[in-house]
């Protein structure tokens, strides 16, 4: 398996300023759907999946589901929030991922990859070769497959923080308050 390339990296992809992805002239935010967009258990998109779709709506970018998980978890996340999304998504391969983006009339540059998984959102993007931002997962609660790969990938992280390679830190800056007593 050829290492992701990690373009850039946040807590979550809703501490990101939209303007930054704006900045990036992407025309979508293609987003892994369990820990990236949603808990494992949440069963519908929260307010602050609507209000990032709608931010993004409104800058002209487009957010897209993509997700290795059921079609109709994916689908009802994607019908919801009026979005395209993609379910099974074979993220191992990559083919079907392109050939989707390619139905969206979309090119892999067009596109900024989100998601929290090294082994499946960082190998897809990679196989594209596409840019991929990671996240941390929204919530320490996982499905058993993925408990089972956390543990490696994120000494794995902390391998690629320590080189320095985890791209452009997209968190926002930490003001320390003024009142702070030295």
């Known amino acids: ?31 892994d759907l369990d820990q990236t967009l949603a808990t494992v258990d949440e069963k519908e998109p929260s307010e602050q999946v609507r209000k990032l779709q709608a931010s993004l709506k409104t800058l002209g970018i487009s957010l897209i589901i993509i997700s290795n998980n059921f079609p109709r978890r994916v689908d009802t996340f994607g019908k919801a929030l009026g979005c395209p999304s993609l379910g099974l998504a074979n993220k191992k391969s990559g083919r079907r991922i392109k050939r989707f983006l390619h ?14 998984q090294l082994e499946t959102d960082g190998v897809y ?50 003001k320390e308050p003024d009142n702070v007593l030295q």
């Open 1 to 31: 398996m050829k290492e992701p390339i990690i373009y850039g990296h946040a807590d979550n992809v809703f501490v990101i300023p939209v303007t930054a992805f704006q900045d990036l002239g992407i025309k979508a935010l293609v987003c």
């Open 103 to 116: 139905s969206l009339s979309l090119t892999v540059d067009d596109c900024l990859f989100v998601g929290d």
């Open 125 to 174: 993007t990679r196989k594209l070769e596409g840019r991929f931002l990671l996240v941390k997962p929204l919530s320490p609660k996982d499905n058993w497959i993925t408990r089972l790969l956390r543990e490696r990938q994120n000494r794995r992280i902390r391998q690629l923080e320590s080189d320095n390679r985890l791209g452009i830190d997209f968190n926002p800056v930490r």
